[in-house]
């Protein structure tokens, strides 16, 4: 669908997981500011993002054009915002409800998954939501994913809040699916692509036609309140029995997707290295300048194994034949929607030689994996820039 930009400039606030390190939620605010800057005249842009000054110098390196953009804090690490002096740290709330009121339409997402994490995750990040509708300004949800949510309060707050929502746009059909089941019945509601979608790339270097010489790798280094030891020791165990299996001229790319504290790849790459300290692979740690070298790195890949679920997708996307390991549903929701459910497995009830398997298929078929992945990326990215639309529909 062509838009033409309408003559009135508009006040657009934007929700999310940004500013937290992690390069999917980086892809998503990109994806969106240049989307916006497109499909509407803006006369301000207003981001709540975790660290405000992370969110700059990603906006500087990206070369974005920053004249309208207004970032305030989410309130995402506490009342009172990190690095700032005591008075100052508490002023967000007051700009927080200044730029709602203003604003003609709040998007609430991207890349959130509405579930059940604990008792508060959902209550937290409908807050916003519930704000605006208390402004009495017109919200929207788009690009996210649903999960399942089995608090009462929860579910009840869900409801409400998405019912009175502008629209719902969703990144896969399971998604859409528990949104049914959760009687959210928007007179509009839809599922297009991820978001990262509409972000157009032409890689300068893509893989080997016929060997693979080249591996993406990324994984994620879980801790017990993600997974019980059994299981992390099963995927650790998966992930190790592969890369020893691999042949000694393969090149071993590692990707770190999420650098805070909490949830920080790196520290898989250091499990990595440690283990194969005298083993014949070698794993190199790539570090990236801009997210244009990100993407073209990964382009030059012949394959790739990817815990993350935007590592899984940039290969995706780079047509890298793919095999996604699934710590949430999103993964296999995903490679359930492009038809690569072979390639998915889920990390909850990885067993002993499942990676192997999904691995040797991805080799006996990956000429074939690549042309499928061909004609569909242009279709998905097409399909993505249907979120965007449903933004001009409702502004």
């Known amino acids: ?3 033409t930009k309408l003559d009135k400039t508009f006040n657009v606030a934007l929700s999310g997981h940004f500013g937290e390190n992690n390069v999917g939620d980086d892809l998503l605010l990109l994806a969106l500011v240049d989307g ?71 998007l609430i997402g991207p890349g959130t998954i509405i579930k059940d994490s604990n008792r508060f995750f959902v209550a937290f990040w409908l807050v916003r939501a519930f704000l605006s509708f208390l402004l009495r300004r017109p919200f929207a949800f788009i690009g996210i994913g649903v999960g399942e949510v089995r608090f009462c309060h929860s579910r009840l ?29 928007r007179p509009f509601m839809a599922s297009y692509p991820d978001l990262s979608f509409t972000c157009s790339h032409s890689p300068e270097k893509s893989g080997t036609a016929n060997q693979i010489k080249r591996i993406g790798l990324n994984f994620r280094k879980f801790k ?20 020893r299996a691999l042949p000694d001229n393969v090149e071993l790319v590692f990707y770190s997707f999420c650098n805070e504290p ?11 290295e440690k283990r194969f300290a005298d083993h014949h692979a070698k794993v190199m740690n790539f570090s990236y300048t801009d ?8 382009a030059s890949c012949d394959a790739f194994i990817g815990t993350r679920y935007h590592a899984v997708l940039l290969a995706v996307q780079a047509g890298v034949p793919t095999v ?26 990885i067993n002993e030689g ?27 990215g097409i399909e993505a820039h249907g979120h965007l639309e449903e933004v001009y529909r409702a502004i």
């Open 1 to 3: 669908m062509l838009l």
């Open 36 to 106: 916006l800057s497109i499909t509407l005249n803006l006369n301000q842009l207003v981001i709540f993002t975790a660290d405000v000054t992370k969110t700059e110098l990603l906006l500087a390196r990206e070369k974005r054009d920053t004249t309208r953009v207004r970032l305030i804090y989410s309130g995402r690490w506490g009342v009172r915002q990190p690095h700032t002096t005591f008075l100052k740290s508490f002023s967000w709330l007051a700009n927080t409800v200044v730029a709602l009121k203003k604003c003609d339409l709040h």
């Open 157 to 185: 707050l869900i409801r409400w809040l998405l019912n009175l929502a502008r629209f719902v746009t969703v990144r896969d059909t399971s998604s859409l699916a528990e949104l049914g089941k959760l009687h959210v019945h």
């Open 224 to 243: 017990h309140k993600h997974f019980p030891e059994n299981i992390i020791q099963s995927y650790e165990k998966a992930i190790m029995e592969l890369l």
């Open 262 to 272: 909490h949830q920080n790849d790196f520290e898989m790459f250091e499990l990595i």
């Open 291 to 298: 997210l244009a070298e990100l993407r073209n790195s990964i």
């Open 324 to 349: 996604g390991l699934s710590y949430e549903q999103k993964t296999i929701n995903f490679m359930s929607d492009i038809g690569a459910d072979a390639f998915a497995l889920d990390i909850a009830r």
């Open 354 to 380: 499942d990676l192997m398997h999904a691995w040797a298929k991805l080799t006996a078929t990956r000429q074939q994996y690549k042309d499928q992945l061909q004609g569909l990326v242009k279709r998905l």
